[in-house]
């Protein structure tokens, strides 16, 4: 990957952009961009990230004008390049869908989306579930009931309860008239009773089982024949198409059957004997007695009273809590074995996924380490192995020892962990992923590009410095291709130096009207003071001097200092500014400047003012404007405020300038306002007052302001000023 050249049209704020990185010309591994706030910095990470997760209906596009066509090449050595090889890292990413639930397993992000994919689709799918599956059994949380009925039959899941049920499931089935809750109660109140007054159950049951063995139609034997089997015949010959189609019923007296409803009422006949036998009354009337001893079990002993059989079921308490559970599945079939077949044939993927995420455990130690011992962060990165959500097998999750001063480290996870950080710590928290992806990348034979967006915006310096030493490994380390975007100007002149980037690889991006990015040659990655000094012959940057040497008289000596004063009158229109002449103002900068001793201008003879007012033409009057250089900036700003102040004053002749300490600009704006409350003038001179304080009061080491301004908002800004009248 020696070359990336970009062929790009309306992609986000970009109109086009068409641009070649060559990393072996340069002999770099890395190209940096500063980018003033809304060049260009997010659409052209947007861009590249999109086009790295190819996604069809998800690709670079105008989302203003959606009629425009895009275009978004990339080549890398003039082969289109491989999405896969394209790595976006910006710290403000974290990944996280807030309209799911997420799995906290670890894993590469490309593993971790194939996992949560399906895992968001399976917790869809069983919420969907679950809705119909309540409606069924009516019970307060039947998900997890389900799950404790058939607790050490399969692994302890959903899904895999599921899975094992929706084998045994009936066409046919017994619905039962009590609420699932109502015997089988969460505080386990019915099971409690049932073991207490087993005596009382076994005799019930033992006299039942009697009664049925001396019917003529009920049996019991090892395979019994009972009343839940005969109602199961009832229901499927209930049409009666069974005995139309000329089939019988033989008993074992004899006795044969040809119609559902004489087989319903010879049921019934019998049920009516059994249940009504005095003895079996008995036994019930002594175990109905002990229910009404428990307030607890009021409703129970209506289930029983309108139902007594279900004692019999009750006497394996266990086995009949499954039985009830597969008869509410069994109501819902389709919807049962449909899930369970989806559930399997993703358990297979998953299962894959989970094998290929054990083999990174090595690398996840790695990065751990490397997060630990570099960042400053209050919280410590272990890792555990934890049971999948799932499918309850061991995989790798991370969980956090909180540190605060003077109190013993306190175990954290994700979630509770990102409530306590504050904004730059989570984002320190969610590059941990970012290193993993990066690392993982290393041994592959295949170059991969990295754009790095700002990835240390609002970090505390610690950090932003630890973020800085990681770009420098990989700079230095020849595994991978770096574009370092940035809009923080601290930043892009600290990576320039910090990794000693040579001066072509470092660029400075500039937007024209047409949206059209072009990128410069960067500036300003050292003394700017020392930059404008070495050019003091050329008018603007003499005119750019003029609020620095001030700026330093006024830190050295005073405000009070002559030349203080003098240099005031270069740059506010004062009593003495007119008979200023550019020799004036230079001998002030020789008798300030060592390097200026000795040395003369072309231009010392001319009117200071009017040096100013045709430098500012010449700019404006300039058709390959740079939208970067400061110079350009300075000059203009001065050249504005100049001629506000010469229209303020022809407007207030009555004002006197030598009662103004400071902040002449505005003093002569808020008079003017007084005075010409409803002049059209004052939007202009409103304007004024905002945008130029910040390019003439300029302190040598920190002009960033500069930097993000346009020149062009300033150029229409000295336009508007020429022309009030």
Same mark, same amino acid.
């Given at each position: ?51 790295? %997760? ?61 996992? #949560? %994919? ?5 917790? #869809? ?209 389709? #919807? ?349 001179? #409103? ?39």
């Amino acid at each position: 990957m020696e070359t990336i050249k970009i062929d790009w049209e309306n992609c986000f704020g970009i109109g086009k952009l068409n641009h070649e990185f060559n990393f072996n010309t340069q002999n770099s591994n890395s190209f940096m961009i500063y980018a003033p706030n809304g060049t260009m910095k997010t659409s052209f990470a947007k861009t590249f990230d999109l086009v790295s %997760k190819n996604e069809p209906n998800n690709m670079p596009c105008d989302r203003v004008h959606a009629n425009k066509i895009s275009k978004y090449e990339i080549f890398s050595d003039g082969i289109a390049i491989k999405p896969e090889n394209i790595l976006v890292i910006n710290a403000e990413d974290n990944g996280f869908d807030a309209s799911h639930r997420i799995s906290n397993f670890l894993a590469s992000t490309d593993l971790k989306k194939k996992y #949560d %994919k399906i895992y968001n689709e399976l917790e #869809d799918r069983r919420k969907d579930f679950i809705k119909k599956l309540k409606t069924v059994s009516q019970s307060t949380d039947c998900e997890t009931e389900l799950i404790d009925s058939f607790a050490g039959q399969s692994k302890n899941t959903f899904f895999e309860v599921l899975l094992d049920t929706s084998k045994n499931l009936k066409e046919s089935f017994q619905k039962y008239d009590f609420r699932y809750n109502d015997v089988f109660d969460k505080k386990d109140n019915v099971k409690k009773f049932l073991d207490k007054n087993q005596n009382l159950l076994n005799q019930y049951v033992s006299d039942y089982k009697d009664l049925l063995s001396k019917s003529k139609f009920f049996k019991q034997s090892e395979n019994p024949f009972g009343t839940v089997q005969a109602n199961e015949i009832l229901k499927s010959i209930e049409d009666n198409a069974f005995f139309e189609a000329g089939h019988k019923f033989v008993l074992e007296d004899g006795t044969e059957i040809t119609d559902s409803a004489t087989l319903k009422e010879l049921v019934q006949e019998e049920m009516s004997k059994i249940l009504s036998d005095q003895k079996l009354v008995q036994a019930f009337e002594k175990f109905d007695k002990a229910i009404g001893s428990n307030n607890e079990l009021r409703i129970f002993k209506k289930v029983i009273e309108k139902d007594n059989s279900i004692l019999v079921e009750l006497s394996d308490y266990k086995g009949f809590q499954k039985k009830v559970w597969v008869n509410y599945l069994s109501e819902i079939k389709s #919807d049962s074995e449909v899930l369970a077949k989806y559930y399997e044939e993703q358990k297979i993927e998953l299962e894959k996924i989970i094998i290929e995420a054990k083999k990174e455990i090595d690398l996840w130690k790695k990065i751990i380490l490397t997060f630990n011992s570099r960042f400053y962060v209050p919280f410590e990165v272990i890792l555990i192995n934890q049971e999948d959500i799932l499918l309850k097998e061991d995989t790798a999750n991370l969980e956090f020892d909180y540190i605060d001063k003077n109190e013993n480290p306190v175990r954290q996870n994700k979630e509770n962990l990102l409530k306590i950080l504050s904004k730059g710590e989570q984002r320190a928290y969610f590059i941990l992923q970012f290193l993993f992806e990066i690392e993982s990348r290393k041994n592959s034979p295949e170059k991969h590009l990295i754009i790095f967006d700002d990835v240390a915006d609002s970090f505390d310096y610690k950090n932003k410095f630890a973020i800085i030493e990681y770009i420098r490994d990989l700079h230095l380390s020849n595994d991978f291709r770096l574009i370092i975007l940035t809009h923080n100007f601290d930043f892009y002149r600290t990576i320039a130096s910090r990794i000693a980037l040579p001066h072509n690889v470092v660029y400075m991006a500039t937007k024209n009207d047409d949206k059209e990015i072009k990128l410069y040659p960067g500036q300003y990655r050292n003394d700017l003071f020392a930059y404008l000094v070495s050019n003091y012959q050329r008018p603007k940057f003499f005119i750019s001097l003029i609020a620095f040497v001030r700026n330093i008289i006024e830190y050295t000596e005073s405000i009070q200092c002559e030349d203080y004063k003098i240099l005031t009158s270069s740059m506010h229109k004062k009593a003495d500014s007119e008979t200023l002449t550019a020799q004036n103002t230079f001998a002030i900068f020789q008798s300030r400047l060592t390097k200026l001793q000795g040395k003369s201008i072309d231009f010392g003879h001319k009117n200071l003012f009017d040096l100013i007012f045709e430098t500012a033409d010449a700019i404006y009057n300039d058709p390959n404007l740079n939208e970067i250089n400061i110079e350009n900036k300075i000059t203009f700003a001065i050249a504005i405020r100049l001629k506000a102040e010469t229209y303020l004053i022809s407007k207030l002749p009555e004002f006197d300038l030598t009662t103004i300490s400071s902040n002449q600009t505005n003093e002569l704006y808020q008079a003017y306002k007084n005075k010409f409350a409803l002049s059209p003038a004052i939007t202009i001179l #409103d304007k004024v007052n905002l945008m130029t304080p910040e390019n003439i009061h300029i302190n040598a080491f920190m002009f960033e302001p500069l930097i993000d301004m346009s020149v062009n908002h300033l150029k229409d800004l000295y336009e508007k000023t020429c022309n009030l009248n």
